[in-house]
């Protein structure tokens, strides 16, 4: 096995290649965006350029701007960060009914003590379940995709309801990498497919992105705050921990306990696949995490809890028997469902232009059109 002499990326991870260093295309690609989103003084320099171009664009309307937040470090760091450097912000969030007490606790007292108004939107809970059973009769890794969909449909619902211009996105390169294609695709066509295949109920709450809505609002700005910031993880979850009450959830994206259960249950154990690298990779290249730690800590599996599994085949009418004939399926892709994959290929140039006009991210770019 060939292991990233940076990272901790192999190659038995999809699209993984190395260059003749041994280094892995994902650190390529992070140094590439190191240089396209400085820290630092020029960092700085650039939000506070951000920040005035939002502020021009929210003059006369009641907020600046919206942040997705779901009560995990980096959204609530970003919400912080925003009200500090002044912006008016709406804060919003998915509740697809599968949030932890903790992840609602953490929303509530950010938006509490920064003085921010919340939006939520909420899935209906037995469609949400309906479309989670189909995914995972579909057999394919991609199980946790519908609500990042909705997230993404949800932000251009409110800045139209609410004439808001722009939208802070709360993911950082540095911290949280970039998931390989084989492991993690999505667009609305896909769930579409899904459900109407797998599904018993039609697609209702759950908002959806088809590519023309998508493309008609692409335009709206959407800015990716963090990128311009170099911090590390842990000291930002004992600062927002002593100042605001956060608190840890156990894992990353723990806070909802579907998606929990997808990356320490169902990924590991039907496809062996463990986004631990991906996140490790992300820590290392930054600063966050030693090599040696990474790899130490990756010698043990993920475990599960019975109890925490018995829940959530109780929320999903799942029996254990039924789990296990999931299990067995024989595994598929999302090659096997109608998408918008070659929609994106065809159109590479056209989304090439969209990253240097800033209106989608290189990590999309260089995933969904090659």
């Known amino acids: 096995m060939t292991v990233c002499k940076r990272c901790v990326m192999d190659d038995s991870i999809p699209s993984v290649k190395f260059n003749s260093d041994g280094v892995c295309c994902y650190c390529e690609l992070h140094d590439q965006m190191v240089k396209e989103y400085p820290t630092g003084e020029e960092g700085q320099l650039k939000i506070d350029e951000i920040v005035k171009e939002i502020k021009e664009l929210g003059r006369g309307k009641k907020y600046d701007c919206i942040i997705g937040i779901s009560g995990g470090c980096d959204s609530s760091f970003l919400l912080y960060k925003a009200k500090t450097l002044g912006l008016r912000v709406l804060a919003v969030t998915l509740d697809n009914t599968w949030s932890t007490e903790i992840a609602k606790e953490n929303v509530k007292n950010m938006c509490d003590k920064l003085d921010v108004d919340l939006y939520t939107y909420f899935i209906d809970a037995q469609e949400f379940d309906d479309i989670s059973r189909s995914f995972l009769y579909a057999s394919v890794p991609d199980a946790d995709i519908p609500s990042d969909i909705a997230i993404a449909s949800l932000y251009y619902k409110v800045m139209e309801e609410h004439d808001i211009p722009c939208s802070l996105c709360g993911h950082s390169f540095r911290t949280e990498g970039t998931v390989p294609l084989g492991w993690t695709y999505m667009d609305s066509k896909y769930i579409e497919s899904v459900q109407k295949q797998f599904g018993t109920m039609p697609i209702d709450t759950l908002l959806t992105l088809d590519m023309d809505y998508w493309l008609k609002n692409i335009n709206k700005k959407r800015v990716r705050l963090l990128y311009y910031l170099e911090y590390q993880k842990e000291e930002v979850k004992d600062f927002l921990n002593k100042n605001f009450g956060w608190q840890w959830y156990g894992g990353h994206h723990h806070e909802n ?99 240097e006009k800033g209106l989608i991210s290189r990590t999309f770019y260089e995933k969904y059109t090659k």
């Open 257 to 355: 306990e579907y998606t929990k259960f997808v990356k320490t249950y169902l990924l590991p154990k039907k496809f062996n696949i463990d986004k631990r690298y991906v996140e490790f990779s992300a820590l290392v290249r930054s600063g966050n995490m030693s090599r040696d730690q990474a790899l130490e800590e990756l010698k043990t599996p993920v475990e599960v809890d019975p109890l925490f599994l018995d829940s959530v085949l109780k929320r999903l009418k799942l029996s254990e028997e039924q789990l296990e004939d999931i299990m067995d399926l024989p595994i598929k892709s999302y090659r096997d469902y109608e998408t918008y994959r070659d929609y994106f290929i065809e159109n590479r140039e056209m989304f090439h232009d969209m990253v």
